[in-house]
């Protein structure tokens, strides 16, 4: 089975920065592309930020690229999510996604994720 927890969410005042991580279970970690999305109330769920199964292709949403960073950590079956310069449209609750493949694809909102966490909670205060 496949198990994503996310951590590293809570309460910041704009321009500061955070980082997210999530570790999974199950089998082959390396062999998966990740990513991120998030999801603020009212909002439906956006794409973050994904990256390849050895890091060598990354890939941002539009709102977040030059801001925030995606990079994993395979010996420890972890990927994280660097944000910087957080504003109050950060807020929301960001998801660990896993695909089915080395690679992630931009041809569908999701990017070819296929498991998802729980989510944590990130709140940007002005």
């Known amino acids: 089975q496949v198990q994503l927890v996310e951590s590293g969410g809570g309460l910041v005042q704009a321009g500061d920065s955070l980082r997210l991580s999530c570790k999974a279970s199950?089998?082959?970690?390396?062999?998966?592309?990740m990513g991120w999305f998030r999801q603020a109330p009212g909002k439906e769920r956006e794409f973050v930020a994904a990256?390849?199964?050895?890091?060598?292709?990354?890939e941002y949403g539009d709102s977040v690229r030059g801001r925030f960073t995606i990079s994993r950590e395979n010996a420890k079956n972890t990927v994280y999510l660097q944000m910087n310069s957080l504003n109050s449209e950060d807020t929301g609750v960001y998801y660990c996604?896993?695909?089915?493949?080395?690679?992630?694809?931009?041809?569908?909102?999701?990017?070819?994720?296929?498991?998802w966490g729980k989510g944590t909670m990130v709140t940007v205060s002005s």
């Open positions: 990256i390849s199964w050895s890091g060598g292709s990354k």
């Open positions: 996604a896993r695909g089915n493949g080395y690679y992630y694809t931009s041809l569908s909102p999701q990017y070819g994720m296929e498991y």
């Open positions: 199950g089998r082959t970690f390396s062999d998966y592309a």
